[in-house]
């Protein structure tokens, strides 16, 4: 019985990990480039029990079910929108922006970028965008990029824009703010293809999300459930049956 509430405790905290996760996805159906959350469960490991008397006599394991394990990002592409502005550009399958932020160099799939007071082409929240030479100033003038990165003020080229990707998408960790930051650089893609005038939305399906939580919900009532009759039973045996 003991055993059962365990079990039925240890999904709960799995089943509340796997609840944030998905809140989360939510909250950034949203979001330009947004690119949705997954997690893993895995087996907890079998702890030994033992009977402590004279001598130590194992009597079995404990199971405590499963846990939450790694929770990882699903970069597959997702619809694009059309803007119309000359400052927003998506990309078109792998590969990620690099970004030059004060904690260093940062990626991401929000191309929703403008020009920062200084003269410099920034994300929104106002981190530089890198091109292959660096930081790209854009002077005042008409901006143009075309479907190989390269940006164009009033017709002179200011930069290319130095799109990466990772072989293995692991490695990327989310920090907010729609970035990514990685131990290691990423490769230089060096035919990538833009989008102008468009931005990617986000990878999320709300439909699907929304049945997920539900599920989760009616999972997490029936473990409750579950440890609310073996505590009702367990009291009877203690207050009851030790009576007779």
């Given at each position: 019985?003991?055993?059962?509430?365990?079990?039925?405790?240890?999904?709960?905290?799995?089943?509340?990990?796997?609840?944030?996760?998905?809140?989360?996805?939510?909250?950034?159906?949203?979001?330009?480039?947004?690119?949705?959350?997954?997690?893993?469960?895995?087996?907890?490991?079998?702890?030994?029990?033992?009977?402590?008397?004279?001598?130590?006599?194992?009597?079995?394991?404990?199971?405590?079910?499963?846990?939450?394990?790694?929770?990882?990002?699903?970069?597959?592409?997702?619809?694009?929108?059309?803007?119309?502005?000359?400052?927003?550009?998506?990309?078109?399958?792998?590969?990620?922006?690099?970004?030059?932020?004060?904690?260093?160099?940062?990626?991401?799939?929000?191309?929703?970028?403008?020009k920062s007071a200084d003269g410099y082409l920034v994300t929104a929240e106002g981190y530089r965008v890198q091109g292959q030479n660096g930081d790209i100033h854009i002077d005042s003038g008409?901006?143009?990029?075309?479907?190989?990165g390269n940006v164009f003020v009033d017709g002179r080229r200011a930069g290319t824009l130095n799109i990466v990707e990772f072989p293995d998408t692991t490695v990327l960790r989310k920090e907010?703010?729609?970035?990514?930051?990685?131990?290691?650089?990423?490769?230089?893609?060096?035919?990538?293809?833009?989008?102008?005038?468009?931005?990617?939305?986000?990878?999320?399906?709300?439909?699907?999300?929304?049945?997920?939580?539900?599920?989760?919900?009616?999972?997490?009532?029936?473990?409750?459930?579950?440890?609310?009759?073996?505590?009702?039973?367990?009291?009877?045996?203690?207050?009851?049956?030790?009576?007779?």
């Amino acid at each position: 019985m003991i055993r059962g509430m365990y079990i039925s405790a240890g999904s709960m905290v799995n089943q509340e990990r796997k609840l944030d996760v998905i809140s989360n996805n939510l909250a950034n159906a949203n979001t330009t480039g947004f690119k949705k959350d997954l997690m893993i469960e895995e087996a907890t490991q079998n702890k030994d029990i033992y009977k402590v008397a004279e001598n130590v006599v194992p009597i079995g394991n404990l199971y405590f079910g499963v846990r939450p394990g790694e929770v990882y990002t699903d970069f597959n592409s997702s619809s694009m929108i059309e803007t119309d502005s000359p400052m927003d550009v998506a990309i078109k399958g792998n590969g990620l922006f690099q970004i030059n932020t004060p904690n260093g160099v940062r990626y991401t799939r929000d191309g929703s970028f403008t020009k920062s007071a200084d003269g410099y082409l920034v994300t929104a929240e106002g981190y530089r965008v890198q091109g292959q030479n660096g930081d790209i100033h854009i002077d005042s003038g008409t901006l143009r990029f075309d479907n190989a990165g390269n940006v164009f003020v009033d017709g002179r080229r200011a930069g290319t824009l130095n799109i990466v990707e990772f072989p293995d998408t692991t490695v990327l960790r989310k920090e907010g703010d729609n970035l990514y930051y990685s131990q290691g650089g990423g490769n230089q893609i060096a035919n990538p293809e833009i989008e102008p005038g468009f931005l990617e939305g986000s990878n999320v399906n709300s439909v699907t999300e929304l049945v997920d939580m539900i599920d989760l919900m009616r999972e997490y009532e029936a473990n409750q459930k579950v440890i609310t009759t073996m505590d009702t039973a367990l009291d009877k045996s203690v207050n009851e049956l030790g009576k007779v």
